[in-house]
C-alpha cells in the first residue's frame, strides 16, 4: 500500500511539475515580447547572525550578534 502512493505521490509531482508537457518552441517574437516586459527590481538583503554559546559549567550564555 504504501509503494502505490508513493508512487501516485512521484507522479502527481511530475504532472505538477510539467514534466511531461511538450517543450515550447522558442520564438523570436516570445523572446523580445518577454523582454520588452521584463521589470526590473532591485533586492535588498539584512542579514543578521545571532550566535548563543552555553557553557553549562559556569552557567554562562554567550550571545553575539552581529
Known amino acids: ?3 502505490v502512493l508513493v508512487a501516485v ?4 509531482i ?5 514534466c511531461l ?3 515550447a ?3 523570436k ?3 523580445i515580447n518577454a523582454i520588452e516586459n521584463t521589470e526590473s527590481a532591485t533586492l535588498h538583503l539584512d542579514e543578521n547572525l ?4 552555553i557553557v553549562p559549567e559556569k552557567n554562562l550564555t554567550v550571545t553575539y550578534n552581529t
Open 1 to 3: 500500500m504504501k509503494r
Open 9 to 12: 505521490l512521484i507522479l502527481s
Open 14 to 18: 511530475i504532472l505538477a511539475s510539467g
Open 21 to 23: 508537457n511538450a517543450p
Open 25 to 27: 518552441e522558442l520564438k
Open 29 to 31: 517574437e516570445r523572446i
Open 50 to 53: 545571532t550566535i548563543n554559546a
